[in-house]
């Protein structure tokens, strides 16, 4: 018996558990900080595309539920690589210390809120924020595709001769 919600479920906090278990620390477990970059990179690849291949195939929409676990993934994989170069170089960031104030920045990050309390004060940490920010740009694009498809769908699909069925 499938349950769909029950997926729904586990997958997000199974990825905030990986999070927050991964080991990073860098006197504790050196293997940790290569880990942790390996599961980043091929994270944010993984995201990268299955979203593009969501988005160009016509017959297969993107759904809400898609776009909110990449933005999960997403939003974890830069917490953890906040939490890394805050670790390995404390001068880069102001403000954060432990794994959820990278999830807590990450997440004002995407959210284009910005509360000053954390911020990217080293170049590295900069580029990384800018990253993500051109991210949260395309994710908002995505956003905005999906609900004008939603909208496209709603009111009909064109006809053989060219008018639109009424909804």
Known sequence: MRRPWLNRLLLPVAVLLAYFLVPVDAQNAP?????????????????????????QRAERRLRPVHLLLALELVVVIFALVYFVLATRSPAEFSGLHTRLDALYFSLTTVATVGYGDVNAAGQLARFIVSVQLVFNLAFVAALVGLFQGSLRDGRGKPTATGTDRPG
Not at 31 to 55: K, Q, R, S, Y
């Open 31 to 55: 293997a940790g900080v290569v880990i942790g970059a390996v599961i980043a990179v091929a994270g944010l690849a993984g995201v990268a595309w299955v979203v593009a291949d969501e988005v």
